[in-house]
Each structure stands twice: as C-alpha cells, then as structure tokens.
C-alpha cells in the first residue's frame, strides 16, 4: 500500500469549511472507480485544525500523492480564456 502524505488548507470561516469539505467528498466519490473501499474510508477522515493564535481553521487531507495531486488540480484547476488556439 502506498504511504499516505498530508496537505493542509487554510479556510477563512466555517461557511468555507462546509464548500471545502463538500468538495472534498464529491471529488472523492467521482474517484469511485480508482478507490478502494478503505481507502476512501480512510480519506473522508478529514481532521480539521482552530490555530487560537491565528485564529484560524486549517483542514488537513490525507490520501496518496497522486490522490493529492489530483485533489490539489482539481480544486485549483484554471482555465485558459485569451483565446489562443
């Protein structure tokens, strides 16, 4: 089995955490086919962090770096609109 890696986020609000969680879990399921059972088990144990100091929410993902990199292209994804062909 491939060793898990970690990234984090940081989130504004609670407001945030619910779209970011959210799509957490929908991009999760659409990896349906790719994701064993335990894996995706293992993966929606999302630990979420309050930094009192920062007073800040920062979410911790876990998964393999590839389910990551994934994760990280699919959230951050941006398109191309200069009209270059």
Do not use: H
């Amino acid at each position: 089995m491939e060793k898990e890696k970690l990234i984090s986020m940081p989130i504004k609000d609670i407001a945030q955490l619910k779209i970011v969680l959210a799509t957490w879990y929908s991009f999760l399921k659409d990896q349906g086919g790719e994701l064993t059972q335990e894996a995706f088990a293992s993966s929606l144990k999302t630990p979420v962090l309050y930094d009192l100091e920062k007073d800040q929410i920062e979410v911790l993902f876990t998964g393999s770096e590839q389910l990551l990199k994934k994760f990280s292209d699919y959230v951050f994804q941006t398109t191309d609109n200069s009209g270059a062909s």
